[in-house]
């Protein structure tokens, strides 16, 4: 076991539940932010954000990066070590990214690499889990690549579900924020009978439509009825920008995690036009966005120079 006094580390932004795979699937996508930790001979810890969101990140004992990486201390039942940490955000905060996913993972791996390696992947993963609530963020986070997560006796079976290649995902990032708090807080206690069967068919469907990178069944398989048909009324111009993105040519919409961010899926040949057409009407709506075409991230979090 080799200690290191100093560790930076990428870790991918990822969107989650995909439409009808809510709180089961996630995928890690092409945007990152960055976690450097050093080992301190004195004092308690130092926390630096940079990044143009910088402001909305706090940087006392309340950071989540911090508390991820005190809580593997614990884990291990070790002191945390004084530590310098700087945190350059690329994922914007609060809007369906994954930014809590990043810091949690972050904040362990972090940890995990400075106490020498205690804990193995899927020790951190279960941690990570347990501090996110849900895995979908985090786990692909942490490991990259689409991935279900479905709970086991053990604790979690994790599969990794095959990307067609042609499919292209594309971020519409509005300039206002949702909380995963509230998006949660409108969604029902239960459900109906229908809707559950309505979601496992879909959730199907679109492994096979993401698999195959089949169009039909993929606008089919995006539909959902646990949580978006409650969640579109917090996003200003959700039908505008999914009526304008279908046309477009894109496969079919759906709200990124929690939302704000809208998630289209497209090929190559429209996806220059879902871009465009993403933008343009939620400026229709008075809303800025950055729509960015990105690409599946396969390898997680890592080690950087
Ligand atoms: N599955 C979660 C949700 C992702 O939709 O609430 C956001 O953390």
């Keep these: 076991m080799s200690v290191v006094s100093c560790v930076n580390l990428s870790v991918p ?4 539940n995909l439409g009808p795979g809510f709180d089961c699937i996630g995928a890690a996508l092409t945007l990152s932010n960055e976690f450097k930790f050093t080992r301190l001979d004195g004092g308690e810890f130092k926390i630096t954000v940079t990044g143009t969101e910088a402001a909305g ?25 004084p530590v310098n940490m700087e945190i350059k955000l690329g994922v914007p905060l609060a809007r369906g990214l994954g930014s809590s996913a ?6 362990l791996v972090g940890a995990n690499q400075l ?13 990570a889990i347990a501090m996110e609530g849900h895995p979908d963020n985090v786990v692909p986070a942490l490991i990259g690549g689409c991935r279900l997560a479905a709970t086991s ?11 067609h290649g ?9 300039n206002f924020e949702l909380s995963t708090e509230e998006a949660r807080r409108v969604l029902p206690t239960q459900v109906s009978h229908a809707d559950a069967i309505f979601n496992t068919a879909h959730l199907g469907l679109l492994l096979r439509g993401l698999a195959t990178g089949r169009g039909d069944w993929l606008t089919s398989a995006l539909q959902d ?9 917090l ?25 704000p961010t809208l998630l289209a899926l497209t090929d190559q040949t429209h996806s220059t036009d879902v871009v465009a057409a993403m933008a343009t009407a939620w400026q229709q709506q008075g809303i800025t966005a950055s729509v960015r075409l990105l690409s599946i991230d396969h390898q997680g979090a890592r080690i950087i120079s």
Excluded at 115 to 127: K, N, R, T, V
Aim: net charge negative; charged share 15%; with cysteine.
């Design 166 to 174: 042609d499919i292209i995902p594309v971020v519409a990032i509005p």
């Design 115 to 127: 106490a020498g390696e205690p804990l193995s992947q899927s020790q951190l993963m279960e941690l």
């Design 57 to 81: 990140v706090k940087t006392d004992s309340s950071n989540l990066v911090y508390q991820a990486f005190v809580k593997l201390y614990q884990y291990i039942d070790k002191t945390p070590p």
């Design 102 to 107: 990043t810091a949690i993972v972050g904040g």
């Design 225 to 233: 009825k646990l949580h978006q048909p409650y969640r579109q009324q």
């Design 13 to 16: 932004a990822t969107t989650a």
């Design 153 to 163: 006796k053990a604790g979690w079976e994790i599969c990794d579900i095959p990307w």
């Design 235 to 259: 996003i200003t111009g959700y039908d505008a920008v999914n009526s304008a993105a279908v046309s477009a040519g894109a496969y079919g919409m759906v709200i990124s995690g929690a939302g």
